[in-house]
């Protein structure tokens, strides 16, 4: 079979401290195995890889045309909001608040970690949003083909575009997120807007600007 990754398997290794953990206070066993393990051999996470785009393929995809204009549409409109595919694919219009004539935000808890994220909405975000129509309040924004197809599209997509890189739908995220570094915003700005609960989350993107910065010069 295919080895585990280091992330896979420290996951795991965790797990089972925790169910140990249980276990010795429930007085099933006097003490966890996993407190006799050596520092230096305990399972380490492994460097998270941050896939994400420049600003040049962001235009690349926009220029070549996808088998699916709603995939298009919503891994677009990740690349400017940095919203997950889950929190896009639930956007209801009611989620959609306009602050003033032209100036929308998106106001939404996520799904993941079920925290309020308020993410004000360029001119490029906009464009991408699709026509409201007869829709009400809880309909969705975002209309998608079935998951498998989505993927495919994708895929396929990138490819014709012309990039090499592994394209999925939380790349838009990354992307997002590396953009705003790179032309200026601070961590916690950028922290905020992902709605991660740490800025300590928020600097591996910053670790991975720093690469990129040292590979251009």
């Known amino acids: 079979g295919v080895p585990l ?26 003490k966890n195995p996993c407190d006799a393990v050596p520092t230096e051999e305990k399972p380490k996470r492994g460097e998270s890889n941050r896939e994400y785009l420049t600003l040049e393929e ?7 045309e996808c ?16 919203l997950r595919y889950k929190d896009i694919f639930y956007l209801r ?11 929308y935000q998106i106001e939404k808890i996520q799904q993941k970690t079920k925290t309020k994220v308020v993410i004000p909405l360029s001119d490029n ?3 991408w ?13 975002f209309m998608m083909p079935e998951s498998s197809c989505a ?6 997509w990138s490819k014709k575009a012309g990039i090499s890189k592994n394209v999925t739908f939380h790349v838009g995220r990354h992307t997002y997120a590396t953009l705003l570094l790179y032309y200026g915003a601070d961590l916690y700005t950028v922290s905020k807007l992902l709605g991660h609960k740490s800025v300590k989350t928020t600097q591996i993107y910053a670790k991975v600007m720093d690469e990129s910065k040292r590979k251009a010069v």
């Open 125 to 127: 975000a906009l464009q």
């Open 5 to 30: 990754g280091r992330e896979s398997i420290y996951t795991y290794y965790m797990a089972l401290c925790i169910a140990l953990n249980k276990a010795v206070k429930n007085e099933l066993m006097d």
């Open 58 to 64: 962001v235009k690349l995809l926009i220029d070549t």
């Open 67 to 82: 088998k699916d204009a709603r995939v298009k549409r919503l891994f677009l409109f990740s690349c400017f909001t940095g």
């Open 93 to 103: 219009w009611k989620n959609l608040v306009k602050i003033e004539e032209g100036v």
């Open 151 to 156: 993927y495919d599209y994708l895929h396929d």
């Open 129 to 141: 949003i699709p026509e409201r129509g007869m829709d009400g309040e809880e309909n969705r924004i």
